[in-house]
């Protein structure tokens, strides 16, 4: 499994910290994951409330937890490579619309075409996805895991995303912000321009979003329930190399400031 260092934490509010690895609970002004300048660094590994997504047949990310410009974050290093950090947080998406985030690249997957399946690579995703609380078929690798260990064949480490109707924000390439597409080769997932291009690459941006809002712009209606998180970049389809960081991620109440 890929492996995370320690210093991640998971806190609530904007001054309760728990300790490193704890899980992560509900609070009053929001569901806060944050990254603590003070930890101290131990044993490599994915911090507890978090997974390491693989995906079959794709070498992982690598993953590391350092400071930069005098942030904590989780730095990922993508060559040829996908996979994604996932959280599930126990939170009602009612009380809870608002994520929040930063993020910095040090460039854009030059050949991306997120259109087109084959080159639909980007340098960082926040992906979210919306689910049910109805008993959910299990995914399509999932059954295969399952067949392949009725045949005595592990498929190795790596957790699986959970179904469900997908948002990606994406810091893309070909596309202008603001632009909405389907995401290539796949049904119920859109993809959401936040940034494109170089221009601010290097530099640590800020995100908000409310994710009720886009539910609605993207699959008319409202959803029942927020099933994951994930940080991700990918660059498997056009074997480039790109670096990105991720930091202050933030579920905020609707109308808090």
């Known amino acids: 499994m890929q492996r995370l260092?320690?210093?991640?934490?998971?806190?609530?509010?904007?001054?309760?910290?728990?300790?490193?690895?704890?899980?992560?609970?509900?609070?009053?002004?929001?569901?806060?994951?944050?990254?603590?300048?003070?930890a101290a660094a131990t044993e490599e590994t994915v911090p507890e409330g978090w997974e390491h997504v693989t995906?079959?047949?794709?070498?992982?990310?690598?993953?590391?937890?350092?400071?930069?410009?005098?942030?904590?974050?989780v730095r990922v290093r993508s060559r040829n490579s996908v996979s994604a950090?996932?959280?599930v947080p126990d939170?009602?998406?009612?009380?809870?619309?608002?994520?929040?985030?930063?993020w910095?690249?040090?460039?854009?997957?030059?050949?991306?075409?997120?259109?087109?399946?084959?080159?639909?690579?980007?340098?960082?995703?926040?992906?979210?996805?919306f689910g049910t609380d109805r008993p959910q078929a299990p995914s399509g690798r999932e059954i295969l895991r399952r067949v392949l260990e009725t045949r005595g064949i592990d498929m190795g480490e790596g957790a699986d995303e959970p179904p469900g109707l997908k948002i990606d924000y994406i810091w893309g390439n070909h596309f202008p912000p603001g632009t909405v597409i389907d995401y290539a080769g796949a049904r119920g997932h859109k993809v959401i321009f936040l940034r494109a291009g170089n221009e601010h690459a290097g530099t640590w941006v800020r995100e908000e979003r409310d994710l009720l809002k886009d539910f609605d712009e993207c699959f008319h209606g409202s959803p029942e329930m927020l099933r994951a998180i994930l940080v991700l970049s990918d660059t498997d389809r056009t074997n480039e190399g790109v670096t990105a960081l991720f930091s202050d991620i933030v579920l905020k109440r609707s109308g808090e400031p």
């Open 91 to 102: 939170v009602d998406l009612g009380d809870y619309s608002r994520l929040s985030w930063r």
């Open 55 to 73: 995906y079959l047949g794709r070498n992982p990310n690598h993953f590391t937890f350092e400071e930069d410009k005098g942030i904590m974050a």
């Open 104 to 129: 910095q690249v040090n460039r854009v997957v030059g050949m991306a075409r997120e259109d087109r399946r084959d080159r639909n690579d980007s340098a960082a995703r926040v992906r979210v996805i």
């Open 5 to 38: 260092r320690a210093g991640f934490c998971v806190c609530l509010g904007a001054a309760i910290v728990v300790s490193s690895f704890a899980s992560p609970v509900r609070g009053a002004a929001g569901f806060f994951v944050g990254f603590r300048a003070d």
């Open 85 to 87: 950090l996932m959280a």
